[in-house]
């Protein structure tokens, strides 16, 4: 698919890599033994448009649960929902999706106007630097989502997939007060990640962000003002290798949850 075909395609002429993407289970919180169709969603501000399952972009989509291993995640090819599992145990459950490489070229101001709300800055200075000017694009994303199944337990822990870049929770959401420090790990390639833009965005007040970089272990701390479903999202670009024909490199790492509404920790007002 030539470059101007994949931008018409995919985002009807605007671009796709400029526009967040996660995964929406039908339930955050599912009873024991429930069936949770998941869908994947495209969009901005936790508003998208849904993205039907594509054998020929999926490379892993994969529920993790406390025990060994991990379970693909069924669907049909062109579905919406684009898989669905059962929640067979209690305890916090991992959906995991990562997708195939996927090439766009934009239009250079376009370009500079989606590095600066990602807080690409490093990009930025390259480009006008001159070192690559280039405006074509290879993006990958790695999306996650976290489910608790029955009684939220707080020793149960979001873990590393694997993914080219990624977001931890490195506490358990549906054990997490309102108020209450919620610390998020970036890796990139496995390692700590620093310097990232980490942008947190909740659904019903999805204009009002909260935003950190990571430090040099890879960790933002957030404190959510709000109860309700989150996205926590980041983005990491690097320059193609001379062979790519391509610019760029791209990675969209995306984690969505809830924080259980009403109840706050203690000493801690909203």
């Known amino acids: 698919m030539g470059f101007a075909l994949a931008v018409a395609v995919l985002m009807g002429g605007a671009s796709a890599a400029a ?25 901005q501000d936790l508003m998208g448009d849904p993205v039907p399952r594509d054998l020929a972009l999926l490379e892993r989509f994969v529920l993790v649960t406390s025990g060994p291993g991990e379970k693909p995640i069924p669907g049909s090819d062109g579905g919406d929902p684009a898989g669905v599992f059962r929640a067979d145990a209690a305890g916090l459950l991992i959906v995991g999706y990562q997708s195939r490489p996927t090439k766009i070229e934009l239009p250079p101001e376009k370009f500079d106007q989606y590095l600066g709300e990602e807080g690409l800055d490093a990009v930025k200075a390259l ?10 694009e290879q993006f990958l994303r790695c999306a996650k989502s976290l489910v608790a199944a029955g009684t939220p337990v707080d020793a149960d822990r979001d873990r590393a ?11 358990n959401p549906y054990a997490t007060a309102i108020g209450q420090e919620f610390p998020v790990r970036l890796l ?34 957030f404190r959510f003002t709000q109860g309700g479903e989150w996205l926590v999202k980041a983005v990491h670009m690097i320059p193609a290798k001379a062979d790519a024909n391509v610019d760029w490199e791209s990675f969209w790492a995306s984690l969505t949850f809830e924080i259980p509404a009403g109840r706050e920790a203690a000493g801690i007002t909203r």
């Open 19 to 43: 526009h967040d993407f996660w995964i929406e289970p039908s339930a955050f919180r599912p009873a024991v033994g429930a069936l949770v169709p998941v869908r994947l969603r495209v969009g």
């Open 127 to 136: 480009r006008l630097s001159r070192t690559v000017a280039g405006a074509r």
């Open 161 to 171: 997939l694997g993914f080219t870049l990624e977001l931890v929770a490195e506490r």
């Open 188 to 221: 990139y390639q496995g390692k700590p990640h620093p310097g990232a833009l980490v942008v947190a965005i909740n659904r019903l007040d999805p204009a009002v962000k909260l935003t950190a970089r990571s430090d040099s272990q890879g960790r933002v701390v």
